[in-house]
């Protein structure tokens, strides 16, 4: 399986296996997008490969929220360190752990944290939930990091490469072999937007249908309504093909949440305060 332990391989094998089981009524959940912080007047040409070098957007910095069937999920951590927060300057910024807690929850009552790749903003709050299980794509790990840490590709932030070894060595890293895996009943992982090298989204089951959280295969809702490939992949047609599947695998394309729109909280003004209920 792979080299950083027996313990790791051993524990990411049994929980996998077990989830590719089908369930006969897969749960359904409720999900939310929580915005933390705000990085503002952000380039969209950025964001939106050909977009207008002039456009300015206020970035929402998100993480989402699966609550259902005893668990209580992230897709993303989010990033929180000091050295980060003065390096970008975010407004309204809070830590993750703090934002979540607008919906009752506390840093410990986290089980599980899907990360859908390796990017500081999305993988630095990591160590914020200290009993959650870690899911990550296995080519995305192996790629950008060795078994102690050391950070074999510059897209990964080498403290947080440290912080993800140490968490493997504890046993907590679910490392995910390949697309299209149900990872936990009503929750399945696909790759192929090719932000990162093994970058993924996630479908979960709700009662309004299958919501989409697409993290940063798709930065905004314009991605969609234009066909056009984020600025930031490494594969700009597999980018777009994965925009399609996404479109496919959503009970509705209303359903699909990208990964920095401030729109998010337009389009679900509800419960509001930064939170938003997707349904």
């Given amino acids: 399986m792979i080299s950083i332990s027996s313990r790791v391989s051993l524990l990411a094998f049994a929980v996998v296996g077990m989830a590719t089981v089908p369930a006969t009524a897969p749960p359904a959940y409720e999900v939310y997008a929580v915005r933390y912080a705000t990085l503002p007047r952000f380039r969209v040409s950025g964001l939106i490969a050909g977009a207008d070098t002039s456009r300015r957007i206020d970035l929402a910095m998100m993480v989402w929220v699966i609550k259902g069937a005893g668990r209580t999920i992230l897709v993303d951590a989010g990033f929180h360190r000091a050295d980060l927060v003065n390096r970008w300057h975010p407004s309204d910024f809070t830590p993750p752990s703090d934002a979540i807690a607008k919906l009752g929850i506390k840093p410990e009552d986290v089980t599980d944290v899907i990360v859908s790749h390796v990017h500081w903003d999305h993988l630095d709050g990591i160590d914020l939930f200290p009993r959650a299980r870690v899911w990550i794509q296995r080519e995305e790990f192996e790629h950008h990091l060795d078994s102690s840490g050391v950070v074999k590709d510059r897209a990964i932030d080498a403290a947080d490469a440290k912080i993800l070894a140490g968490i493997a ?111």
């Fill in 169 to 279: 060595h504890e046993g907590r890293v679910m490392l995910v072999d390949g697309d299209g895996k149900e990872i936990i009943p009503g929750i399945t992982v696909y790759t192929g937007g090719k932000h990162t090298f093994a970058s993924q989204f996630a479908t979960v089951t709700t009662a309004a249908g299958t919501v989409v959280l697409a993290s940063d295969n798709a930065y905004l809702y314009e991605n969609f309504a234009k066909h056009v490939p984020i600025a930031q992949t490494l594969d700009s047609a597999s980018n777009l093909r994965t925009q399609t599947r996404m479109l496919s695998l959503a009970s509705d394309a209303r359903l699909i949440v990208p990964g920095h729109d401030p729109e998010v909280f337009v389009r679900f003004p509800t419960p509001g305060n930064g939170v938003a209920l997707i349904r």
